[in-house]
């Protein structure tokens, strides 16, 4: 983790996501949204979910990776996120899930962020989920476009 956290941008990163924490119940709730609506494939991995505890979850994973980041954390983060891996293929998470799941996340984003979102916004946050998920799959996913 250390050599791919490196190359990330973690002052952007922190930044960018200092001003959707005001927002994020509804940043959150925006991003599932537009993941079942681009996605709606996604949707049976949810069925039993109570989706505002996702949502929480969601915010949660965001800002432990912000947090491990600023902190050099990165051995730490990257046992949790292995372990969050794990947990996910037990959903029913499929290699293929990654990269609509990094889409509708940079949608989001660019949503939340209107003007203010740059090509370097996008990049730091495509290049910061493309590490997670390097992480969280054996086989990682292609990088998100």
């Given at each position: 983790?250390?050599?791919?956290?490196?190359?990330?941008?973690?002052?952007?990163?922190?930044?960018?996501?200092?001003?959707?924490?005001?927002?994020?119940?509804?940043?959150?709730e925006a991003f599932y949204n537009r993941l079942f609506f681009?996605?709606?494939?996604?949707?049976?991995l949810f069925t039993d979910t109570d989706m505002k505890k996702q949502q929480n979850l969601l915010v949660a994973a965001l800002a432990?990776?912000?947090?491990s980041l600023k902190n050099s954390n990165n051995d730490q983060l990257a046992s949790v996120l292995q372990s969050l891996g794990e947990r996910h293929e037990g959903y029913g998470v499929k290699s293929e899930h990654?990269?609509?799941?990094?889409?509708?996340?940079?949608?989001?984003?660019?949503?939340?962020?209107?003007?203010?979102?740059t090509t370097e916004l996008n990049d730091a946050w495509g290049d910061a989920y493309t590490?997670?998920?390097?992480?969280?799959?054996?086989?990682?996913a292609p990088p998100v476009a």
């Open positions: 983790m250390a050599k791919e956290c490196m190359s990330l941008k973690v002052d952007v990163l922190a930044e960018s996501f200092d001003l959707v924490v005001p927002q994020k119940e509804a940043f959150a681009m996605y709606p494939q996604t949707t049976v432990l990776v912000i947090s990654y990269p609509m799941v990094g889409d509708a996340l940079l949608k989001t984003f660019a949503d939340f962020f209107g003007d203010q979102w590490a997670v998920v390097g992480l969280m799959r054996p086989n990682p």
